[in-house]
């Protein structure tokens, strides 16, 4: 069973950094067919997609993120990344990682989730 684990959330600045890592316990079986992603849920708001790595590749970013986050990935590491940068006051939420097999025909792995007060 994959362990998903998250840390490096905490208290922040606004126009501050923060990069919370996101480990895998090993590589999953598949890993070429998933899709990586940043997920946040704000206080009092459903979970929003705010970053992705799709399966070509190619990144994604919402709107509101977008120039100031940056979703990488670390394949040897088995590591997912979210450097976060300029925080604003709205990227107060607890953030999440999470490996998505689109379709569902393979299982998803959710991280605990991490989080992140972004406030002077």
């Known amino acids: 069973q994959v362990q998903v684990v998250q840390s490096g959330g905490g208290l922040v600045q606004p126009g501050g950094s923060l990069a919370p890592p996101c480990e895998f316990s090993?590589?999953?079986?598949?890993?070429?067919?998933?899709?990586w992603a940043w997920i946040r849920q704000a206080p009092g708001q459903i979970r929003t997609t705010v970053a992705l790595?799709?399966?070509?590749?190619?990144?994604w970013y919402h709107d509101s993120v977008w120039g100031r986050f940056t979703i990488s990935r670390d394949n040897a590491k088995n590591a997912l990344y979210l450097q976060m940068d300029n925080l604003k006051p709205d990227g107060t939420a607890v953030y999440y990682c999470?490996?998505?097999?689109?379709?569902?025909?393979?299982?998803?792995?959710w991280g605990e989730g991490t989080s992140v007060t972004v406030s002077s």
């Open positions: 999470k490996a998505e097999s689109p379709g569902g025909v393979l299982p998803d792995y």
């Open positions: 090993e590589q999953i079986t598949g890993s070429h067919l998933y899709e």
């Open positions: 790595i799709r399966r070509s590749g190619t990144p």
